[in-house]
């Protein structure tokens, strides 16, 4: 034993014990095991202790377990211990804790099956792993067939796909993804989807191959072999199928809880199908062929849909639906045999009755007669060497023939459509390579095994053999590659049990043997096995119990095999007469069946033998016809496919799926050790293992052994080769030099070394883990005493010195305190003695003075009470009294009614305002009414009540004063009477009376009062009331309104809540609607691509073309298809229209569909356009909802300006007139000098001046046209003379035919010019010296001709509608002018009104004068038409003696002649129509962007090409204009379409198609766009042509280019991305590098050629800066960045998702540093804001996933609100691949991932786990109008543009 043994078998050590239930169990060591030990103290994961026995002969140790950190591996070879239990373990880890259910063991894909329905198998899936190393992705099918198809364009070697595994396992699955994954990726040649009629065959094999068994719901019943070929480009063309061993029994019996096979199923499922109707099918437990497995339906399937969709594939591979329909009534039929009832008439006879319902039905469905079929199925034919003979079969026989004849149908109809599918799917291209899929079944063992198991346990001993001798080669040449000694390795060969099954005298050979005996019997055959290999061979076996079964010791397992129906199933025999039957049928599918099976006879040789029987093979081999071949058995046939299958397998390169079925039970992810064991030792994968341990399994490069441990080495001992540091190193620590071998590029260990170095590494970390915490720990006790001990010596000074300070302190205040008191009771006694005298003297003061004042008011008191006595009694006392009440009452009359009016004022203001809340508050309304009702009734009662009580008063005041006045009168009579005293006697009695009256009047009036003061009090506490009521009312009020006020406030942010949202969805689905428009954009560019290139193949293929010109015919838009038409476009459509002619023959059917699909994509364009338009019109509206209510009132306001303008307009012409008028009847009143205002000078002056300047403005527009007209023609002569001939000639006019008459114009219009000028010249040269008035009217004048010049000038360059209306505008802006200052000047209304009218009426004159004026120029245009077409038609004759139209005999030709004001360039550059083509070719096709790029200024093509359209537009050329832009449309397709890889030119013309699109707007009239514009812009706008179209159409051209160059960047990023994102170390030494397997990944140490970031960040700014130097618009520059970032992110969080090496604390750490260094760029380049950081959240959260702790509910909960960019899928998909690179790391524990889920459940989200990588952000052009005026731009030499004019 060597020292690493005795290093590892120490205590804690981990190891494997067996165990009956796990197979394998974990346990650790408690003591260290010593050399001599018998046995092994361990302690189970569950605490038990054990002692383990080890055998004392073989004292062989149990296995050990794999340090933590390489659980979970990827690949099983990565393992440092390679045996059952890691293998075992490491599988049970990743499906069970990761649920990943691939993994790599060598060379070998284990993948087993989860019953569940995973998302690993999308598109994104498969884009993710197309062109990816093997070893960089985790594993996955996708990697095994992304391998095979790279090795097939690699080596150009044929590959192929073996997938094996027991039923149940998956392996038609895998293989199904697999050939998905080749038709995803490799695609086709034509129009044919061929991929797609690969894929459409599997449902189709399912359907009549596939079956429900006890152990699968979709189990194959035969093995096949697919064939998919490919072109010379690697593009699938076609496929092949091959099958192997059809189970025919399961037609006629099915075990229990098993099924049929799926078609019948179908077929009863979808009987109720009209078409199905005449098919005589109801439910599948009506039929006997159906319903013996007592499971008809299986859960979760519907068979109607499948057998929807197995139609549907037979309609792709090109069977029709008569042959369907054909299909299905063989199908039927043979469910309606299988109730055929047969009856024993006797012992040895049977009969079927007469008129069998479902025999009728059978008959009539395969066209044979009913008595034929009922007779030959209860009788057989026997023939002797004389005669033939008819003989009866007993009951038994006749259910077995009539089982033989369904199973002999059916395997007939499985043939005929397997041949039909290989038709459908043959191609006529010249096959390259192939990759064949094999999908055969496993190794099987039951209960009881028969014929069907031996053949499959035979075909996997092959299929083992080829997979031994592969793994052993792949093993070797690894050795001879790396130049490392080796030895032969020593594998399980299975060629003796091969030799025993088929060699001579074998098993099958014995088989056929006993086949042809006139009397072999099962018993017979097993008796010559039991002689011939009993004693011979050690692998064959006889049971104990059985004399009719033999045992074979596979490599698998040993499996007992019953003979009993051996013999049967290998003859195959039918009978001869039904199959004649059969063949006589007049049902034309059924003939077609078996018109390739001739008779035959049995295979004995011998006529009788047999009874007269028909043997037919599994699969004919349509080849061969001759006898012999019939004569094979069943068994021989196989044997030969096999071969025959072997052969092509060792001429391929293999790669191996092994399927693993986890449990029987089909639960999800539920993983069973036993089960798992027995399918890895069948599948031999622990083969694989067996022959990677015996060799070095452990291979490092010598880079990845340095990095990982160099903690191992000293200082001393790194050198500069590194190769001889690992040796030095390797030699020291591993003493047996076995146990290692160095190669070339590797270092190669032994099983277990890499562990025992794991061992030393973590060891020696440990130990300088606990050094580091040792020194840090005696460092940091050290620091905290010191500190302490400081702290302890000065908290002792300052306590003592505290003490101190505190003890003189208190002796200090007790010698204070003791004077204090002394002085302090002095104080207190003198302050007490002096309060008390204070006191005493207070009180005796008071005493004094209160004494005084009583005596003194009681003696004022006695005397005013006398003096009130006297003065304040009898009337004078009433009198007031009843005056104060009269006033009282008046007043509060007065207040009260005043204040009941304030009162109904406020109410009625009240109701006012609440008027508007009547709607909201309808109840209330109805309170506040009713409240209001009983106030005004409450105020009328007490308004009657005051009138009564004043009607009282005024009653009882009368009475009193009556009675005052009575009194009077009887004092004065009194007094008479004591005057009179004898009349006192008798009036004595009258007085009595008349007090008592007094007395009773004084009664009344009291009780009046007392009523009217009682009244009083009611009426006050009334009013009381009706105030607090009314103060209610108002707080009910206020709380009205206090409630109104929130409730439209809250209504208020419940509406602009709405409107957010609102404008958000609506964003939301405006940029939903701009991305779908801009994917049928790049659709449609697809399909013209593909159709130009369909084009180009054809005019290559054809060889005849006309010649001729064409119209191009373009699908892009119908402006290109109808004005594109130049000659070099025309040729090439024109050979692309006679290329599809010829080839209209070989596919048209092609041609109709790309019209129809581009038809389509034009409709939904147009469509998407509508939606978007309306969207955006819907987005308009909901912006403007707010501005609705301030528009309406804004509305009437402006209606009334409007008016008021019109009016002001109107009073303007009216003031014009009148001051005409004015003006004529100054000049005949006045009679002043001559040269005052007025004088006959000033009139005349004034007349002429304007007649002048009206005739002059129609001669210079006349001259203008003429001229510009004249100059062209002239040019144009002058142009043909010079290609003629070297000199110049002048023309002579008066040569010309019909020239006299522009000749003449042109002469009268120059002479009135110069007449009419040196006229003006004259009058203002006489005039100089007039008076100061004159002068400034003349100033005047002046200044208004000048304007009027300058707009003539300007008015020249637009249309005649647009000039007629200028003109106009102009004449009334002036006249307008003219109103204002004279309505200041003049007040007099009549001069004023006369004015008006005259300005009317020289209105109307102008008009009419303009519409003549107009007419004239139109007429005159035309005939200058007609005159130089004539000319044009005339210059090609033309001598040296002509002169150049507009010009005399002996004038010379000069373009200045004609004199006029000269003009600044306009902006516009003139060519010829036949320069168009070399226009487009110098400046687009044949253009050089970096030369532009750098020397130029930005988008000067665009600016070129829309100087040239501005012309255009200018001479009302409307073919030219059309013609232009779909040149240049066309142009900038076919430059990309050359160069479109090429990114510096996609960019230029983005940037140069954006500028074009904002020139469109910029100067197209609208007032939008015109806003932005400086005025000398806005003269440069387009006039006569509407380009709205064209801006859309070359809007799409942007969003194509666009795409292209998002396309462009992908394809440049998308090498870099990984590499430098994900695999280079930024921060060198953070991350580990772990073991790897035999699939080897891309390592992440530095390396020469790799990306990293740093080459990221130098092709972005290489993109930034080429955009910016092509003048790129800064909005867009930020859309491309943010689509860059998102490709970035997007492809990098992927492969985190599909690399779980990629998954660990430190990989976390470099993304997050290296999106830091991407935000750094962003900052550079001032693109913070342009949204591409939240691009990159989903990427920076899962980095920070990686680096957060993964324990606790609360990291849970943390991990929830912080990953909300990531989906719950990719959470638990970074958890689950979470691997520790040094065992100081923790894994994450299956229940914190199920805590996750849990939590994240809520979730609404795509289950999708991977991001969209192919997703294109919706691109918009924000309008950038350009400040360069576009006069101001020269033309280089250098573009080659001399033959443009600048106008």
């Known amino acids: ?442 190794f099987e063992t039951f209960e009881i095994n028969s014929f069907e198991q031996f053949c499959i346990n035979y075909a996997n001993e092959k299929l083992q053999q080829q997979f031994n001798m592969h793994v052993f080669k792949l093993e070797q040449e690894e050795y001879m590659r790396e130049e490392i000694p080796w030895t032969l390795i020593d594998f399980y060969d299975n060629q003796p049990c091969i030799n025993l099954i088929e060699a001579k005298m074998g098993v099958l050979d014995l088989l056929d043997e006993e086949c042809k005996m006139p009397k072999g019997s099962d018993e017979s055959w097993a008796q010559k096995l039991y002689n011939t290999h009993l004693k011979t061979c050690s692998l064959f076996q006889k049971p104990r119990l059985s004399n009719r079964a033999f045992i074979i010791q596979h490599f698998a397992d040993k499996v007992e095999y019953q003979c009993e129906g051996f013999l049967e199933k290998n003859k195959d025999t039918v009978n001869e007469e039904q199959i004649n039957v059969l063949k006589a049928s007049k049902f034309p599918l059924l003939v077609e069946l078996f018109q390739d099976g001739e008779k035959a006879v049995s295979p004995t040789g011998q006529p009788q033998g047999a009874g007269g029987r028909t043997r037919l093979s599994v699969k004919p081999d349509k080849g061969r016809t001759s006898s012999r071949e019939h004569k094979k058995t069943v068994g021989c046939q196989f044997r030969n496919s096999l071969q025959m299958l072997m052969d092509t397998l060792n001429a391929t390169t293999p790669h191996y799926v092994r399927c693993i079925k986890p449990n029987d039970f089909k639960l999800a992810f539920s993983f069973d050790p036993m089960r798992a064991v027995q399918q890895l030792r069948a599948c031999g994968v622990l083969e694989t293992i067996r022959i990677s341990a015996a060799g070095f399994p452990s291979r490092w490069t010598y880079q990845e052994f340095y990095s990982r441990y160099r903690v191992l080495m000293k200082q001393k001992d790194v050198l500069q080769d590194k190769r001889l540091t690992c040796r030095n190193v390797l030699e ?57 001990r400081r702290s302890a010596i000065t908290i002792q000074r300052f306590t003592r010195g505290f003490q101190a300070r505190c003890l003189a302190k208190f002796m200090r205040r007790t010698s204070a305190a003791t004077t204090i008191q002394k002085y302090q009771r002095m104080c207190v006694a003198r302050r007490r003695y002096r309060q008390k005298q204070a006191a005493a003297l207070a009180m ?68 006012r305002s609440v008027e508007h809340f009547k709607k909201l508050n309808i109840g209330m309304e109805n309170k506040i009414m009713q409240l209001q009702r009983r106030i005004d009734e409450q105020n009328n009662n007490h308004r009657a009540t005051v009138d009564k009580l004043a009607t009282l008063e005024a009653g009882h005041a009368a009475d009193s004063e009556r009675m005052r006045v009575e009194v009077t009168r009887l004092r004065g009579v009194e007094e008479d009477a004591r005057n009179n005293a004898n009349r006192a006697n008798s009036l004595q009695g ?56 929130e409730q439209r406030q809250q209504m208020t942010e419940q509406m602009a809540r709405a409107i957010a949202e609102e404008t958000q969805q609506l964003e939301t689905d405006l940029n939903e609607e701009r991305s779908r428009y801009q994917n049928l954009l790049t659709e449609h560019l697809r399909l013209e691509e593909k159709h130009d290139d369909l084009k180009e193949e054809m005019a290559l293929s054809s060889n005849t073309s006309r010649p001729g010109h064409r119209r191009t015919d373009s699908t892009h838009s119908s402006n290109e298809s109808e004005y594109t038409y130049n000659s070099e476009y025309a040729e090439v459509d024109e050979g692309s229209r006679v ?90 009143n006045q009679a002043t000098g001559a040269g005052a205002p007025g004088s006959p000078a000033y009139k005349v002056l004034l007349d002429q001046l304007n007649s002048s300047s009206e005739e002059l403005d129609v001669r210079k527009e006349e001259v203008l046209i003429l001229r510009s007209q004249l100059v062209s023609q002239k040019e144009a002569t002058h142009h043909k003379e010079t290609m003629t001939e070297p000199t110049h000639h002048v023309v002579d006019v008066s040569k010309l035919k019909d020239t006299d008459e522009i000749k003449q114009a042109y002469v009268g219009l120059k002479d009135t010019n110069r007449l009419l000028e040196s006229q003006l010249q004259a009058q203002r040269r006489s005039y100089d010296n007039e008076t100061e008035g004159l002068r400034s009217e003349l100033q005047n004048v002046k200044e208004e001709n000048n304007r009027q010049q300058q707009l003539l000038a300007q008015n020249l360059q637009l249309p005649p509608e647009a000039r007629i209306e200028a003109s106009l505008q102009h004449e009334i802006t002036r006249l307008t002018n003219e109103n204002l200052e004279i309505l200041t000047d003049n007040q007099d209304p009549t001069a004023s ?93 044949e253009l050089k962007p970096r030369g532009v790029a750098v020397n130029l200024i930005p988008g000067l093509p665009a600016y070129i090409l829309f100087m040239c359209l501005r012309h255009a537009d200018y001479v009302n050329d409307d073919e030219k204009v059309r013609t232009l832009l779909a040149s240049t449309i066309n142009c900038i397709k076919k430059i990309l379409k050359k160069r479109g890889d090429d990114f510096e030119t996609v960019s230029f013309w983005l940037a140069n198609t954006c500028r074009f699109l904002h020139c469109l707007k910029q100067y197209s009239g609208d007032e939008v766009f015109m806003k932005h514009n400086s005025a000398r812009q806005n003269e440069h706008c387009l006039s006569n042509f ?35 994102m994900l695999e280079h170390e930024t921060i060198q030494g953070v991350s580990g590098v772990k073991p790897t397997g035999l699939r080897k990944r891309t390592s992440s140490i530095a390396d020469e050629g790799m990306y990293t970031l740093e080459s990221i960040l130098r092709q972005l700014g290489a993109f930034h800066s080429t955009m910016c130097q092509h003048g790129t618009d800064p909005e867009l520059i930020k859309q491309v960045v943010k689509q860059q970032f998102y490709i970035i992110g997007a492809v990098t969080l992927n492969n985190l998702l599909l690399r779980k090496d990629m998954c660990s604390w430190s990989k976390g750490m470099q993304i997050r540093y290296n999106v830091s260094q991407l935000e750094e760029w962003l900052r550079d380049k001032n693109l913070m804001a342009c949204g591409a950081k939240e691009t990159l959240e989903p990427l920076i959260q899962a980095a920070q996933l990686l680096q957060v702790k993964k324990k606790t509910d609360e990291d849970a909960e943390a991990i929830c609100s912080m990953c909300h960019a990531l989906t719950t899928a990719q959470i638990v998909k970074v958890l689950n691949l979470y691997t520790p690179v040094n065992e100081f790391e923790e894994r994450v524990s299956v229940s914190f991932i199920r805590t996750i889920q849990t939590r994240l459940r809520g979730r609404c989200e795509s289950p999708q786990l991977l991001m969209d990588t192919k997703v294109i952000y919706p691109v918009t052009f924000p309008f950038n109008p350009s400040a360069l005026a576009l006069e101001t731009i020269q033309i280089p030499s250098s573009l080659n543009l001399g033959f443009l004019v600048r106008v």
Not at 156 to 164: A, F, K, M, T, Y
Not at 858 to 863: F, G, H, I, Q, V
Not at 1598 to 1603: D, P
């Open 1 to 442: 034993m060597n020292q690493e043994l005795y290093y590892m078998f120490v205590k804690l050590a981990r190891v494997w014990i067996p165990d009956a239930e796990e197979v394998w169990k974990s346990a650790a060591l408690t003591k260290n095991y010593e050399d001599g030990d018998g046995s092994l103290q361990l302690a189970l994961e569950d605490g038990t202790n054990l002692e383990h026995k080890l055998d004392p002969k073989t004292k062989n140790l149990p296995y050990l377990r794999n340090p933590d950190i390489l659980v979970g591996e990827n690949d099983l070879t990565a393992l440092s211990y390679l045996h059952e239990p890691a293998v075992l373990h490491n599988l049970k880890v990743r499906f069970i804790d990761s649920k990943l259910i691939y993994t790599y063991c060598g060379i070998v894909l284990v993948a087993i099956n989860p019953y569940e329905s995973l998302p690993i198998y999308g598109s994104d899936i498969i884009n993710a792993y197309s062109g990816q190393n093997m070893g960089d992705m985790d594993p996955h099918i996708f990697a095994v067939a992304e391998e095979a198809y790279k090795q097939m364009a690699r080596d150009e070697r044929n590959q192929s796909i073996i997938v094996s595994g027991e039923s149940g396992a998956g392996k038609t699955v895998s293989a199904k993804y697999a050939m998905r994954y080749f038709a995803t990726v490799s695609g086709t040649t034509s129009e044919a989807n061929v991929e797609q009629k690969v894929l459409a065959s599997n449902p189709i094999m399912e359907a009549i191959g596939n079956a429900k068994t006890t152990r699968n719901d979709n189990s194959s019943r035969f093995g096949k072999y697919i064939e998919i070929g490919f072109d010379p480009r690697y593009r699938i063309i076609g496929a092949n199928m091959r099958t192997y061993l059809l189970e025919k029994s399961r037609v006629v019996f099915q075990a229990d809880e098993e099924r049929n096979y799926h078609i019948f199923y179908q077929l009863c499922a979808s009987a109720h199908l009209p078409e199905l109707k005449d098919l005589r099918l109801g439910s599948a437990n009506d039929f006997l062929y159906t319903r013996q497995g007592r499971s008809p339906v299986i859960e979760g399937v519907d068979d109607t849909k499948e057998l929807s969709t197995t139609r549907h594939a037979f309609t792709l591979l090109g069977v029709n639906e008569s042959y369907q329909m054909g299909l299905f009534q063989v199908l039927a039929a043979i469910l309606h045999l299988g109730n055929v009832e047969v009856k024993d008439r006797d012992s040895d006879s049977s009969v079927i009755p007469p008129n069998n319902s479902h025999l009728t039905a059978f008959c009539e469905l395969v066209g044979v007669s009913y008595q034929d079929m009922s007779h030959w199925l209860c009788h057989r034919k026997l023939r002797t060497a004389t005669e033939t003979y008819i003989k009866t079969v007993p009951r038994l026989q006749a259910v077995n023939a009539r089982d033989a004849l369904a199973k002999h149908v059916y395997a007939k109809l499985f043939s005929w459509i397997v041949e039909h599918v290989n038709k459908a799917l043959v191609t006529n291209i010249k096959q390259r390579s192939f990759i064949g899929v094999l999908d055969i079944y496993g």
């Open 732 to 788: 020291f620590l591993v003493q047996d030099q076995d146990k290692y071998q160095f190669g070339k590029t590797k270092i190669f260990f032994r099983a277990g070394q890499v562990a025992y170095l794991e061992k030393l590494r973590s060891d020696k970390l440990r130990v300088a883990c606990v050094r580091i915490q040792k020194t840090i720990r005696c460092w940091l006790a050290r620091k905290k005493f010191l500190r302490q």
């Open 844 to 911: 005796q003061t008071i005493l004094r003075a209160y004494m005084a004042r009583q005596k003194y008011r009681t003696l004022l008191r006695e005397s005013k009470a006398v003096v009130i006595q006297k003065h304040a009694r009898g009337l004078l006392a009433r009198r007031r009294f009843k005056r104060c009440l009269r006033a009282i009452v008046y007043l509060q009359c007065c207040l009260r009614r005043m204040r009941a009016r304030w009162e109904l004022k406020k109410l009625k203001i009240e109701a």
């Open 990 to 1045: 009258e007085l009595e009376r008349l007090k008592k009256e007094l007395a009773t009047t004084q009664k009344e009036k009291k009780t009046i009062e007392d009523w009217a003061t009682k009244y009083r009090d009611e009426m006050e506490k009334m009013v009381s009331e009706l105030k607090s009521q009314n103060g209610l009312l108002k707080s009910e009020k206020d709380d009205l309104n206090r409630m109104i006020q």
């Open 1139 to 1228: 290329s599809e002619d010829s080839g209209r023959g070989m596919d048209t059917n092609l041609t109709l569909k790309l019209q129809k699909r581009l038809g389509e994509l034009e409709q939904d364009k147009q469509q998407l356009r509508d939606e978007l338009e309306n969207k955006e019109e819907l987005f308009q509206r909901a912006r403007a909802r707010d501005d609705v209510e301030h528009k309406k009132a804004r509305g009437a306001e402006l209606e009334y300006e409007s008016l008021k303008r019109q009016e002001l307009e109107s009073e303007n012409k009216k003031l014009k007139h009148n001051l005409a008028e004015m003006r004529q009847s100054l000049l005949g």
């Open 1393 to 1485: 009104r006369e004015a008006r009218v005259t300005i009317l009426r020289r209105m109307v004159d102008l008009m009419e004068q303009l519409e003549k004026q107009d007419k004239t120029i139109r007429k005159l245009k035309k005939q200058l038409k007609v005159y130089s077409k004539r000319i044009g038609e005339m210059g090609v004759g033309q001598t040296e003696g002509q002169t150049s139209p507009g010009q005399m005999v002996d004038e010379p030709v000069r373009a200045v002649s004609i004199p006029r004001r000269e003009k600044d360039f306009q902006g516009m550059l003139e060519y010829k129509r036949q320069d168009e083509l070399k226009l487009v070719k110098n400046l687009i096709l």
């Open 1586 to 1620: 509407d380009l709205a179209e064209y801006r859309q159409v070359i809007s799409d051209l942007a969003i194509q280019i666009y795409q292209q160059l998002i396309k462009c960047m992908e394809n440049i990023l998308q090498a870099m991305i990984v590499s430098g």
